[in-house]
């Protein structure tokens, strides 16, 4: 080493010099420039526009709900008055009361709430197991099934009411509760529901990694499948439980009045030759009420669930 290159590696050593011979050498790399979008990382926040349209969509929606209520708390005469009533009356627990004792709405809940619950918690159960089936296991066939279940979305359910109807009687379900909730157990809609999610949203990796460890296929469902589905699993419950809540069609074909579910004992409101509008606004007024009671207590979860399920996918 001679002294004349001293001098030149304290140069090279310094700070300054040794980032512009890192920037100005092949040997250093030039690292590229990441090109960023301007909003970016940037939290945005809702302009009044956007608060005048939210507000008048909330006005729209509940406006059905409070016209409900008004003409619940008023008289028949009133509410079929030109121009109709805008402000709630004076009658509304009159009225309530009345409605719930004439239409027998202490039973008919009861039975609803059976009905709905039941079925919503099977075909969450039993379209999560098919769903997971069709997404992730390979079996002979699964293609065909596939198609066969949807398929049975494009019938309409009038056409199977009478087969129906008289295999309920054979079973002795005649006017039970059994024959409601029997044929509605599971839904072609809830399958394709959760096949769809969980083709996306549950990697073959975890799936392949469970069957590494050991796991059977019920395993795998209930420690790696449950918790990532449960955002689809909130919605579909909820759905199938207003669902199976305001059916009608069904329920008054099997079901007498004296075990009937909401939608049919509210049938016992227009009886008569004059029908009294506002009993039987008061009567809706009392089967919204547990839906309405429902979604207050689980809104947060399924909303919640819905936007874990789209950060997700």
Known sequence: MTTDSIPVQAADARPGVAK?????TPSGGRRPRLFRH??????????????????????????PLYWTMVAASTDNTRVTQTP???????????NLGKAWQDAALGKA??????VAGVIALSTVLFATLAGFAFAKLRFKGRNILLMLVI????????????????MMTELG??????????????????????????????????????????????????????????????VLFMITFVHAWNDFFWPFIVLD?????????????SAGYVRDQ??????????????????????????????QGAVKG
Do not use: C
């Not at 809702?46 to 608060?51: K, N």
């Open 151 to 166: 398929g049975t979305m494009m019938v309409p359910p009038q056409l199977g009411v009478v087969p129906l109807f008289m």
């Open 38 to 63: 301007p909003g970016a990382g940037r939290q945005h926040h809702a302009g009044p526009v956007a608060y005048i349209l939210l507000g008048i969509a909330a006005l729209f929606s509940l406006f």
């Open 20 to 24: 512009k011979a890192r920037k100005d």
């Open 278 to 307: 506002s009993l039987i606004m008061a009567g809706a007024l009392l089967g919204t009420l547990p839906l309405l009671a429902l979604f207050i207590v689980f809104g947060r979860q399924i909303v919640g669930g819905i936007m």
């Open 173 to 234: 379900w005649g006017q039970k509760l059994p024959a409601v909730i029997f044929p509605t157990l599971v839904s072609a809609v809830g399958v394709f529901f959760m096949r769809q999610y969980l083709s996306e949203a549950l990697p073959d990796e975890l799936v392949e990694a469970g069957r590494v460890d050991g796991a059977h296929s019920l395993r795998i469902f209930w420690s790696i499948v449950l918790p990532i589905a449960r955002p689809p699993m909130a």
């Open 257 to 269: 009045m004296t075990n009937p579910t909401v939608p049919v004992a509210l049938t016992q409101l």
């Open 109 to 114: 809940m009861l039975n609803s709430l059976i």
């Open 84 to 94: 109709p009533p805008f402000l709630p009356g004076p009658h509304l627990l009159e």
